[in-house]
Structures are given as structure tokens and as C-alpha cells.
């Protein structure tokens, strides 16, 4: 049969309102590109991020437009170049992983990973709020090995503490989603420190983070907003300690394993991270995952109902995908 692109956009409701310092959501919006061949289908999921410029819609229209050179037979090499790196390529891109394993009988991990795929530690996100409100969503979840603090408005440093109060054993990645500013991010860094934070993500505003080049890391500082793609990756160096991966920012699989590489290549520390999406956005990462030295891969965790056929979680941790999802 010959090649068939199909196109969607869906819906899941949030457990519970996600708060960073830009705004709440109570919904994940994704879109999803199916791939259909003789071979069965391959299928993938993007978050389209207003942060970014991307809409449900607008992501939609990209992948429409590449219709006519997917369902002739274009190449995962072609549509690195046929789209730009985000949210719709990468729905794509892990697509055309999936349709490639099940038309070769291998999984997209023996052709992505050095070694066979293990469970891995994930953080799990406490949403910006009141320093009590954080510190009674951390004490729920203070088994967990890791929490990602999402912080980014007035009085950061006490809800810092709050959390580290609330949850003594855990390691804390501070995310701060471009919240803070020139004048009080030395003392924001000199908070995280005296809480034993392990990182401190996007601090300041992408393109006004000059200033990092400057002034000490008490904490490492990890990239988010600030970088998408490898090409971004060398004028960093001497900004961030850290650089987070996202495959809706990458756009996809592809370029994810080339970001990887050259990021250590570089020296930088890599967390592999995720918008809040479900376990078939998840599933890919989890393969990128396996050569991180931090894990934020907790958005199904985050849902009211998570897709069939989901990635295990059991405790801190996240599985490889099985076969039944993708990949």
C-alpha cells in the first residue's frame, strides 16, 4: 500500500493545574502524525508551545505541508530539511522511527542506544505556588529521588526552602522558566546553594543571559528556553553548565541524538526533558534518556488519564517503551 499521513489534534485533562512563571494549564493539547505503510504504522506526538510561536493549528498546517513528500516516500534526512526544528517535526520524525523499526523487526532503541534500555530516575514537577502550597505538594511526593521546583516570581528563596523542608532526601532541580532577573538572581543562586539544589534551570530570559558568562554558579545552570537545536549549542559554553533536551524542541529523534553528541562533546551536562504531554511524547526521550545525567520525563504522571498502552512508572522511575506504544 502506499504511504498515508493522517493528522490530529488531542486533549487530556491535567490531574491538577500545571503553574510555571508564565501561566496555568489545565490541559495538555497534542498533536499526533501517523504514518501508514504496508509495513503497519508508526505514529508520534508533539506539544505545540505558544512560548515557541506554535499553535495546536499552526502545527497542523507545517505537517500538511509536507503531506505530499511523506506519502511519496521522504526520509527522515529529507524532513530535517523540509521542516524546521519543533513541535511538528518532531511528531513526525518519531513517526518515521517507529515505521522504520517495524518495517526492519528491530526497535528504534537497537539503532539509537549503546547499550540495552533500563528504567531510568525521573524528577517529578511541583507547580509554582504559595511557599505552603509547594511545600505540602512536595511532602506528598517526598519518596521521590528527584523534584523539579518550579519558581520564577517573588519570594523564590523562601519557597526554596519550604520544599527543602518538606522533602530532605530528594535532589531539587530549581526551574525558574526565565523568571528572574539581573537584580536578584545572585541572590535567587545563593539561596538554591544554601538548600543543597542540585540545578538551576533558565534563570534568566532567553537572549539576556549574558550576564551568566559573568557572574559565579554557586548551583550549575541549566539551558532550557535558551536552546533548541546543535546549532546553538557552542555559543553556550561559557553561559550554562547544563543544557536541557527537549525533542519538541530538537524537532524529533533525529536531531536529538545529534544534540546529545555534541553537547558532550562540548562538556556540558545534559538533562533530557519534556513538555507535558503523554507517554507517546515520553517515549522517544526515554531512549535519550539512557545517556542523561538528569531526567524530567514525568508528564504522564501529571494527566487525569494517560494513553493505553502507557509508559510504566514505578516509584522515581520510567521504563523503556514497550513495543505496544512505539518504537
Known sequence: MARRLSVTVERFPLASAFTISRGSKTEAVVVVASVEDEFGRGWGECVPYTRYGETPESVVAALEGVREAVEGGASRDT?????????????????????EAKSTNRQVEQLVCRFPARPVETAYTISLASPA?????????????????KVGGRNDAERMRAVRAAA???????????GWTPENIRENLLAAAAIG?????????????GLLAEIPHPVPVCADESVHSTGDLDALRHRYDYVNLKLDKTGGLTEGVAF??????LGFGVMVGCMVGTSLSMAPAVLLAQGADLVDLDGPLLLRQDRPNGLFYSSSTVSPPPRALWG
Open 79 to 99: 524532513i530535517q530539511e523540509l521542516l524546521p526544528a519543533g513541535a511538528a517535526r518532531n511528531a513526525l520524525d518519531c513517526a518515521l522511527w517507529d515505521i
Open 133 to 149: 502550597d509547594m511545600a505540602e505538594a512536595a511532602r506528598a511526593v517526598a519518596h521521590r529521588g528527584v523534584l523539579k521546583v
Open 168 to 178: 530532605r532526601g530528594a535532589r531539587l532541580i530549581i526551574d525558574a522558566n526565565e
Open 197 to 209: 539544589a542540585s540545578v538551576v534551570e533558565q534563570p534568566l530570559p532567553a537572549g539576556q543571559d
Open 260 to 265: 546529545l553528541n555534541r553537547a558532550r562533546e
